[in-house]
């Protein structure tokens, strides 16, 4: 990889995939299902080209990981996927396991070209350029969205009639929940949640699991817009832009035993609540990101480039980087002198946290 740029890379709970400029996909970490997709089940301690036939020679433009299972999406909207299939995760039918990437049939997507692809824990999502959503994989609390809670082992339509047909922007998956932001034709935002719910992370009032897409009430928000969405363990997080104005706030709502929230104490809450801006000295707040129980925000100071990371929640071994090893109720500044020259610039959390709710694998 000495030559090659890296554009993107995504850590799992025990192995990552690399993406470079390329469009060539390195692996590295725990191959014990085949999820390097190395044509073998050997531990890889530095990164290993996955052969670029297995893809059929197509670019890839994406790259997602689950718990112990792998997906690319190339550029001509074919989907691959490896590793772990006991629960249909890897959508080919049967519960076998692949150690190479192995294409998805395109009939089970209607032969429509895919956009966008997203790997759970133990469960995967495709949305068609069509915005037809596809689920499929570990179902056991409903979070494929599809109505029941069996296990689907090949890639199967949820109904847009549960997200009223509105456009996909983006999915979030928690532990074993799903989040949908999607948008409406006049430009309005909302957010859809389905799966497990025991902690209140479904963020609609009530603890009972839904196997499908439920509108999590926009007056929670105020009828702002939202920006992004995040899905922790089994907390949620929101990104909130006032209308008609640059002014953001983050919401969050489920699990709290960590502090995760960031609203000050360790209650669990089963609607979105406002984390008080005060926190973040009233500037800014660009992106979110989070690990399985601990936040981020990346914010910038009016009228300057500069930007400061924000971190809250767990902090066992010091993963907030405050310096000390306490958990954090409330969201507290990470001093950016610890930071390199040049990284104060940053503008996406995903330039610093590698597993966070797309990527991460439930309960690591």
Same mark, same amino acid.
């Given at each position: 990889?000495?030559?090659?740029?890296?554009?993107?890379?995504?850590?799992?709970?025990?192995?990552?995939?690399?993406?470079?400029?390329?469009?060539?996909?390195?692996?590295?970490?725990?191959?014990?299902?085949?999820?390097?997709?190395?044509?073998?089940?050997?531990?890889?301690?530095?990164?290993?080209?996955?052969d670029p036939k297995h893809f059929d020679y197509e670019k890839i433009a994406q790259i997602c990981v689950g718990y112990c299972h792998s997906m690319a999406l190339t550029q001509n909207g074919n989907v691959y996927?490896?590793?772990?299939?006991?629960?249909?995760?890897?959508?080919?039918?049967?519960?076998?396991?692949?150690?190479?990437?192995?294409?998805?049939?395109?009939?089970?997507?209607?032969?429509?070209?895919?956009?966008?692809?997203?790997?759970?824990?133990?469960?995967?999502?495709?949305?068609?350029?069509?915005?037809?959503?596809?689920? $499929? !994989?570990? #179902?056991?609390? *409903? /979070? @494929? %969205? &599809? +109505?029941?809670?069996?296990?689907?082992?090949? =890639?199967?339509?949820?109904?847009?009639?549960?997200?009223?047909?509105?456009?996909?922007?983006?999915?979030?998956?928690?532990?074993?929940?799903?989040?949908?932001?999607?948008?409406?034709?006049?430009?309005?935002?909302?957010?859809?949640?389905?799966?497990?719910?025991?902690?209140?992370?479904?963020?609609?009032?009530?603890?009972?699991?839904?196997?499908?897409?439920?509108?999590?009430?926009?007056?929670?928000?105020?009828?702002?817009?939202?920006?992004?969405?995040?899905?922790?363990?089994?907390?949620?997080?929101?990104?909130?832009?006032?209308?008609?104005?640059?002014?953001?706030?983050?919401?969050? $709502? !489920?699990? #709290?035993?960590? *502090? /995760? @929230? %960031? &609203? +000050?104490?360790?209650?669990?809450?089963?609607? =979105?609540?406002?984390?008080?801006?005060?926190?973040?000295?009233?500037?800014?707040?660009?992106?979110?990101?989070?690990?399985?129980?601990?936040?981020?925000?990346?914010?910038?100071?009016?009228?300057?480039?500069?930007?400061?990371?924000?971190?809250?929640?767990?902090?066992?071994?010091?993963?907030?980087?405050?310096?000390?090893?306490?958990?954090?109720?409330?969201?507290?500044?990470?001093?950016?002198?610890?930071?390199?020259?040049?990284?104060?610039?940053?503008?996406?959390?995903?330039?610093?946290?590698?597993?966070?709710?797309?990527?991460?694998?439930?309960?690591?």
């Open positions: 990889m000495k030559k090659e740029k890296v554009i993107r890379v995504c850590g799992g709970s025990c192995h990552t995939l690399i993406l470079t400029q390329s469009k060539r996909v390195y692996s590295i970490g725990n191959n014990q299902k085949g999820q390097l997709g190395l044509g073998d089940n050997v531990v890889r301690s530095i990164p290993s080209l996955i996927s490896w590793g772990n299939g006991k629960h249909g995760q890897l959508g080919h039918v049967d519960a076998l396991n692949e150690n190479i990437p192995t294409k998805i049939n395109p009939v089970y997507f209607n032969n429509e070209p895919i956009k966008y692809i997203i790997s759970c824990s133990y469960f995967s999502f495709a949305v068609t350029k069509n915005n037809n959503l596809h689920a $499929w !994989g570990h #179902n056991y609390h *409903g /979070q @494929l %969205g &599809l +109505g029941n809670n069996e296990n689907q082992f090949k =890639p199967t339509l949820v109904d847009p009639s549960t997200y009223n047909h509105e456009t996909i922007v983006k999915i979030e998956c928690g532990c074993q929940y799903t989040l949908l932001l999607t948008k409406k034709s006049n430009g309005s935002t909302n957010i859809y949640s389905c799966g497990s719910n025991y902690s209140g992370q479904l963020g609609l009032d009530q603890n009972d699991n839904k196997n499908t897409f439920q509108l999590i009430d926009p007056n929670h928000f105020a009828n702002q817009k939202i920006k992004d969405i995040k899905a922790g363990d089994n907390f949620s997080l929101a990104l909130i832009q006032e209308r008609d104005s640059n002014k953001t706030k983050i919401y969050s $709502w !489920g699990s #709290n035993f960590n *502090g /995760q @929230l %960031g &609203l +000050g104490d360790e209650i669990d809450r089963k609607t =979105p609540y406002e984390i008080d801006h005060s926190n973040f000295n009233r500037q800014k707040i660009i992106s979110i990101g989070n690990g399985s129980w601990h936040s981020f925000a990346i914010i910038k100071k009016q009228g300057s480039n500069k930007t400061k990371v924000h971190a809250w929640g767990d902090n066992g071994e010091g993963k907030l980087g405050l310096g000390h090893c306490l958990n954090v109720l409330n969201p507290n500044p990470i001093n950016m002198k610890h930071f390199q020259s040049g990284i104060s610039s940053l503008n996406s959390l995903e330039q610093i946290v590698s597993i966070g709710g797309n990527c991460g694998a439930c309960g690591h």
